[in-house]
């Protein structure tokens, strides 16, 4: 069956970074796209950012661009999402997930604070 396990969170201060990664399994990972979503307490699910399935092509919501970098590894059937300079408002449980496949994993935990 479908899986996917987010990994890499963590408390950081403003400023720091952090690699979150997501395992896939139970599907042909290499033939969908995947996107990163992140979800704050009191606020609905936000698209964060998105890859192609070949990892060709990528995009951005706004407020991350130039900070974020998203990237997959087909061999490994792994998602990555590089967060780098983080701010508080960027606090939020992340989750991947698989273009047209009705999924989530558990997410795995980012809080910025000093």
Known sequence: QVQLVESGGGL?????SLRLSCAASGFSFSTYAMRWYRQAPGKEREL?????????????????????????????????????????DDTATYYCNAVNIVYWGQGTQVTVSS
Do not use: H
């Not at 950081?12 to 720091?16: A, C, E, I, N, T």
């Not at 974020?68 to 990555?80: E, L």
């Open 48 to 88: 964060v950012a998105g890859i192609s399935s070949t990892g060709s092509n990528t995009w951005y919501t706004d407020s991350v661009k130039g900070r974020f970098t998203i990237s997959r590894d087909n061999a490994k059937n792994t998602m990555y999402l590089q967060v780098n300079s983080l701010k508080p």
């Open 12 to 16: 950081v201060q403003p400023g720091g």
